[in-house]
Nanobody, 124 residues
Framework: VQLQASGGGFVQAGGSLRLSCAAS????????VGWWRQAPGKEREFVSV???????YYGNSVKDRFTMSRDNGKSTVSLQMNSLKPEDTAIYFC???????????????????WGQGTQVTVSS
């Protein structure tokens, strides 16, 4: 399974960006897929995850501002990011799990595959 995140860029505070993660290989509809981010000098942070059945969970820092969706026909997930803040600046990664959901999607060890990240920079 290969994952490729895209859509990052530079935006002013209060602006919006839409990230995409394209998957290849395997059976995408059976994956749980998550978004994570890592800012310079900080630990990797959970952003959101969607289960194979479509349930979506968000981290507290992005709840009510970010919206995740999946399109199994296109083997993609998206992350619509609104009301961006400077503290949202990070490299954003997508990750996937192709086994049954056990444990917590909030933990990095839950995921089997990680993609290359895309940089998001929010200026104040």
């Amino acid at each position: 399974v290969q994952l490729q995140a895209s859509g990052g860029g530079f935006v002013q505070a209060g602006g919006s960006l839409r990230l995409s993660c394209a998957a290849s290989g395997g059976s995408f509809s059976t994956y749980a897929v998550g978004w994570w981010r890592q800012a310079p000098g900080k630990e990797r942070e959970f952003v959101s995850v969607v289960s194979r059945s479509g349930y979506i969970y968000y981290g507290n820092s992005v709840k009510d501002r970010f919206t995740m969706s999946r399109d199994n026909g296109k083997s993609t997930v998206s992350l619509q990011m609104n009301s961006l803040k400077p503290e949202d600046t990070a490299i954003y990664f997508c990750a996937a799990r192709n086994r049954a959901w056990t444990g917590s999607g909030y933990e990095a060890g839950f995921y089997d595959y990680w993609g290359q990240g895309t940089q998001v920079t929010v200026s104040s």
